[in-house]
């Protein structure tokens, strides 16, 4: 039977651009289990959770309620809903044994903290990306987009993004950022372009679902995506092309 | 040829008690690669490695210059000199490629950002094993391990440790800390205590230091490390206990 994945939509093309959505898309396309997509706009997650009884992932920064995010899925041959990126990989782990793993050699319990260590470096792209990504998205989304993001960030949508010298500074934090994830994967002894050499596994995919949601919401003839492409000897570039074939959207 | 070992000593049994120290020292160990300890008091690490050409690990906090720390190593059969624990991890590695590796199936880009995901969750911890640690230390260490813990916190060591309720609060943050690197092991899908399940590497050796730190200081019988070892069904006890003959202080 066929997976449903719960995905946000968008104007970009492919409609999917969320780094947290791709990761687990990633997963359900390397795995090559049989999915199709069904797009919720960011206003309707709550709703949309609370009638499947999707659980929450977090608790809301304001007020401290419960916070439903996507990605999310509903297999019909187990009955399950599952929520959150790192939870589908491990459930599609378990339930599907005989489709290729994404956390080869048993490195379930090195990859699970993989993610905060990789995004804390990606901070200096938020007052980038984050302006961007709310003009790709559909009014409705929108609405719910500015009051979450400015909440968190204390200033208005259109403020984030910096200008003049700032924007300078601030894109060489970004690329200072990416570069200490270069040295990790600098680090392996391999020709390959992934974390672990030749073997693409999990690391990779929380990796890519960041820059491949900058080229979508940027475009790829974007100054943005080519400076991200020339840096780190090409990193990048590599390791997304490498992993476009499990880009699909289907 | 003999390895030179640089570590931090103090008046704990063992004389060995740092973290960053012991993640190096395991690592020597278990290759079963022959070293020896010299001992040196934190006030001297800076003048001993600049005489000897050992490199700054970081930057000082304050006033921004090169900050130098222990563990180094001197290899005399290569003549390299080495600082900072992952760095002599990985020349360990290189230099000795028929000792047993602590980076298996090519997990070293996994590896390197494991520390930080790993010691984040342990900030609750630091207010009371650092003004346990001062005590332990030899006077002339005190009173470097004063100067720059103080500025750090903006508080008198004496004034660190939490009590009566906010004690019971904080100790129950560094309870849940753990608990969450709990979870990284209960991912792994093998009877093994090791985060790779049955095979030992660099991230349990991460986790073990800072334990073993907290056991020397406070001692087995202390109610602190008693507490620990209860907690998540006793996983924190049996990782140290699996490591212990890598603790070896020679």
């Given at each position: 039977m066929t997976i449903i994945f719960y995905d946000?939509?968008?104007?970009?093309?492919?409609?999917?651009w969320s780094p947290n959505t791709r990761k687990a898309r990633y997963v359900l396309n390397y795995k090559g289990i049989p999915y199709k997509t069904e797009w919720v706009e960011f206003s309707d997650i709550e709703s949309h959770c609370k009638k499947l009884g999707i659980l929450?992932?977090?608790?809301?920064?304001?007020?401290?309620?419960?916070?439903y995010t996507l990605p999310a899925i509903h297999d019909p041959s187990t009955g399950a809903y599952i929520s959150e990126s790192t939870k589908?990989?491990?459930?599609?782990?378990?339930?599907?044994?005989?489709?290729?793993t994404v956390f080869p050699h048993n490195t379930i319990g090195l990859q699970w903290p993989f993610n905060d260590a990789y995004t804390s470096l990606l901070t200096p792209f938020w007052m980038f990306i984050l302006p961007a990504t709310f003009e790709k998205l559909h009014p409705?989304?929108?609405?719910?987009?500015?009051?979450?993001?400015?909440?968190?960030?204390?200033?208005?949508?259109?403020?984030?993004?910096?200008?003049?010298?700032?924007?300078?500074?601030?894109?060489?934090?970004?690329?200072?950022?990416?570069?200490?994830?270069?040295?990790?994967?600098?680090?392996?002894?391999?020709?390959?372009?992934?974390l672990l050499g030749?073997?693409?596994?999990w690391g990779d995919f929380v990796v890519a679902s960041y820059l491949v949601?900058?080229?979508?919401?940027?475009?790829?003839?974007?100054?943005?995506?080519k400076d991200i492409s020339s840096w780190d000897g090409g990193r990048w570039k590599r390791l997304?092309?490498?992993?476009?074939?499990?880009?699909?959207?289907?």
């Open positions: 946000i939509p968008s104007s970009a093309p492919g409609s999917s929450p992932t977090s608790t809301k920064r304001a007020g401290g309620g419960p916070h589908i990989a491990e459930y599609l782990e378990k339930t599907y044994p005989d489709t290729p409705v989304s929108q609405a719910y987009y500015r009051t979450t993001r400015e909440a968190f960030f204390g200033k208005k949508i259109e403020e984030l993004m910096p200008t003049g010298d700032a924007a300078t500074k601030e894109w060489a934090n970004c690329k200072e950022g990416l570069g200490k994830v270069s040295v990790w994967f600098e680090k392996t002894d391999s020709s390959g372009p992934y030749d073997r693409v596994s949601w900058m080229r979508i919401i940027w475009g790829e003839d974007s100054k943005e995506w997304v092309e490498s992993l476009k074939e499990y880009e699909t959207v289907v």
